[in-house]
């Protein structure tokens, strides 16, 4: 049907919605069994010729109920924003958006569709359903990862986001046991937790990993690297918005030199039947292997991975991102037993107009 002719509209999500709602998300993210063996999650093609989104690796159904109903509830502001697309009573698409009220940013972290011809119709009125809402509310800038399939990218830059990365998610499978904590030197491999006093030397670390492009769209700030531990979105990857952590913990290694910092690790242990996380931000020269094995160690201590009660069957594996421009961390992560499954591209919107300060010029 033409754009010009369509008679649905979108809205915000109800109560009401729920079931259709789940029923959407369920379709567009059947459950991804990653093996081993090829690192690739097996999905039906019955799916692809009837839903299109994102193309994330991830797991059924990551709307969640609880956000849903919070909704109504005036005096707490929900993180999730959740639209849908109407027509003929029945829903055909879904956008979930994730607020990050400190940094003023929105993430597309769920645009779904029933692809019957229309699905880019209704996925590009849903974005632009998001960015006006997101504008009015305050957003100064907007976020989505997305695989490079079915006009993901076509889509979004229609909407004026602009491309600027790749990003690799690596998953470990829960077979692998986890290191000793115990067992690992802190002192020798000098990691120590990261503290706000770490801000300044953590800003200064990010800015000789990343290129200067990409920093000036992220824009962190002092106080992001301050709160570094009680943020999941800092630094931002495909798999922040998206994961629920129980806990996140981040941790400094420091030059062998003593002089600044090396690397820096975030970890997150996650919550039910989600994988946990790790982050690494690495100096090129710099070998990371042990500040990984370490993260890994970490995880199984406070997952309760390597204790003896524990039970194999709430292991979820370890989900990890690299950049292209992050090299060579992506293969001491694979040889810590973790493997490539997907490529993103990152995209971004600024919402803020750039205006230029006024100088003095020499008089003529």
């Known amino acids: 049907m033409p754009a010009t002719t369509r008679t649905g509209r979108v809205r915000p999500a109800r109560l009401t919605d729920l079931a259709a709602v789940g029923e959407l998300s369920r379709l567009a993210h059947p459950s991804v069994e ?36 919070r909704m109504p509830l005036g005096a707490f502001q929900p993180n999730d924003q959740v639209y849908v697309y109407e027509e ?30 229309s ?15 997101g504008s009015r509310r305050g957003a100064q800038r907007f976020h989505v990862a997305c695989a490079d399939t079915d006009g993901n990218v076509e889509l979004f830059m229609q909407a004026g986001f602009a491309r600027y990365g790749e990003e690799s998610i690596l998953f470990r499978d829960p077979g692998h046991g986890f290191p000793a904590l115990r067992e690992l030197d802190t002192g020798k491999l000098r990691i120590r937790p990261a503290a706000p006093t770490d801000s300044v030397e953590l800003a200064r670390l ?49 030059a062998a030199d003593g002089q600044g910092l090396a690397a820096v690790l975030q970890v997150g242990v996650a919550k039910e039947q989600q994988p946990h996380y790790m982050r690494i931000l ?21 997952s309760g991975a390597n204790r003896r009660s524990a039970n194999p069957t709430h292991q979820h594996g370890v989900m990890a991102c690299v950049r ?30 750039r205006v230029a300060e006024p100088s003095l010029v020499p008089a003529v």
């Open 206 to 254: 990010y800015k000789r990993v990343t290129p200067a492009p990409v920093a000036r769209i992220e824009g962190y700030r002092l106080p992001d690297w301050e709160n570094l531990a009680g943020r999941s979105s800092v630094p931002r990857t495909s798999l922040t918005p998206l994961l629920r952590f129980a806990d996140v913990e981040a941790h400094v290694q420091e």
């Open 324 to 353: 292209t421009y992050e090299a060579p961390v992506d293969r001491r992560l694979e040889e810590q037993g973790m493997q490539a499954i997907a490529t993103v591209s990152l995209l971004a919107k600024e919402a803020l107009v």
């Open 88 to 117: 003929d009573g029945r829903l055909a698409g879904l956008a979930r958006v994730e607020r990050d009220a400190a940094r003023d940013e929105w993430t597309i972290v769920e645009l779904d569709a029933v692809d019957q011809g």
């Open 34 to 69: 990653v093996h081993a063996s090829n690192g690739r999650g097996s999905a039906g093609d019955e799916r692809a010729r009837r839903m299109r989104s994102l193309g994330l690796p991830v797991t059924a159904s990551h709307v969640s109920v609880f956000s849903l109903f």
């Open 282 to 302: 690495s100096l090129p020269d710099h070998d990371a292997a042990s500040l990984i094995g370490y993260g890994l160690a970490l995880i199984g201590e406070r």
């Open 119 to 133: 699905a880019g119709d209704i996925r590009f009125r849903l974005v632009q359903h998001a960015l006006r809402d």
